[in-house]
């Protein structure tokens, strides 16, 4: 027997579905954007199907519950709240979507979220529900209370969305089974369960699935002094004797990420280890971090090399980000996501509707003169 996966593919408001629960067609299905939903075979004689979940890598830094977790202040007051209020009325917390730039936390959050309520955090990524079977092998595996956490949810093909339209807010799956004009729909129940959705693109979710969610929450970067009481954490956790001013400089170069700002940490006491100095001081992380080539800002090669490309190759733009990434044999995205935000927020890096360009700040800390006529310039 094959079912297949019929939810609809209209962007429906809240609970604007028919009371059938069956999907109403779009005519974008016809023109298949990724392929109707309709059309996606789902095996039911496998068994269910557990690939899709991703065990995340052992991280004893993360923080384990919301009291242990350094910065985001608004986040941590909003979730908490949410939390306490769920507890009490013994239901499954409302979906959150979390976005924002990498490293910054959005799946401790999630696993932060599940040890507060007391229930098991299921994880996987978008690109690992390719096939109908995996979202739907999740759901139904999923107990009262559980949370789904997916990575990167902007990433989620069509069909998959689909599925999770019902699931999200009715605790439904529906599935269509058999083919052509026997095909029937059946609704199977779904355990009541919060997704919590991840990503750096809240702008590329479809607008049916981001008005699913119930919290919508952005994480920032950190600021130094909650930089430098993670690192502080991480070198406790980490056994690690190190000063203060030594956690302040890991700080200062970790890009306002926590996961830069632990694996910056390693490094340091690697060399720490090497040279056997059982105090660590603001000298050693420096020499450290130089060999890796992290500057006293935080900026690292890739960095450099786009403003150095920005400047020698095009006077410090504006420069189209196809134009940079070419050049840099970058893939857009990456630049766009990973690289820029943190030359952005330093002020080093301008968007402009006509393309990136250095700023007298960023040209300043690459040890460019100042522009004549520009703020910054000598008279
Ligand atoms: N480790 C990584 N992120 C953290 C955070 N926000 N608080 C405490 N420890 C962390």
């Known amino acids: ?221 950190y600021d130094l002094p909650d930089l430098q009481a993670i690192v502080e954490r991480a070198a406790g956790l980490l056994q690690l004797d190190l000063e203060r001013e030594a956690a302040l400089e890991v700080a200062r170069r970790c890009r306002g990420t926590p996961r830069i700002a632990n694996r910056l940490l390693r490094r340091v006491r690697d060399v720490a280890a090497v040279q056997g100095h059982g105090r660590i001081g603001a000298e050693l992380v420096h020499q450290a971090l130089s060999l890796h080539r992290v500057d006293a800002r935080g900026l690292d090669a890739s960095d450099r090399r786009l403003l150095t490309l920005l400047l020698e190759g095009y006077g410090g733009g504006p420069v189209g980000l196809e134009t940079l990434a070419a050049g840099l044999g970058e893939d857009p995205t990456t630049l766009e996501t990973v690289v820029e935000p943190y030359l952005l927020q330093l002020g080093f890096l301008q968007r402009t509707p006509r393309g990136r360009m250095v700023t007298p700040a960023g040209r300043a800390h690459l040890g460019w003169p100042a522009q004549l006529g520009l703020p910054g310039a000598a008279a």
């Open 1 to 221: 027997m094959a079912i297949v996966s019929s939810g609809s593919a209209a962007p429906l408001g809240r609970r604007g579905r028919d009371a059938s629960g069956a999907g109403v067609a779009d005519p974008e299905d016809q023109q298949g954007r990724a392929g109707g939903a309709s059309q996606r075979l789902v095996d039911a004689e496998a068994a269910p199907d557990e690939a899709a979940e991703v065990q995340p890598r052992e991280d004893s830094l993360r923080p384990k519950r919301l009291a242990d977790y350094i910065g985001q202040s608004e986040l941590k007051q909003v979730l908490g709240i949410a939390v306490e209020a769920t507890r009490a009325r013994g239901e499954a917390l409302d979906h959150v979507l979390l976005y924002g730039p990498p490293g910054l936390g959005k799946t401790t959050m999630a696993l932060v979220l599940a040890e507060e309520l007391g229930v098991r955090c299921r994880i996987t990524s978008a690109p690992a529900l390719e096939r109908p079977r995996d979202i739907v092998g999740l759901l139904v595996n999923l107990q009262p209370g559980e949370l789904l956490f997916i990575d990167e949810i902007h990433r989620l093909n069509r069909v998959a969305e689909e599925i999770l339209y019902p699931a999200m807010e009715d605790f439904r799956l529906d599935l269509t089974v058999g083919k052509g004009t026997t095909a029937r729909t059946r609704s199977l129940p779904v355990a009541p369960f919060t997704l919590v959705g991840a990503t750096t693109r809240a702008g590329s979710l479809s607008s049916p699935l981001r008005d699913r969610f119930g919290l919508i929450q952005r994480l920032e970067f």
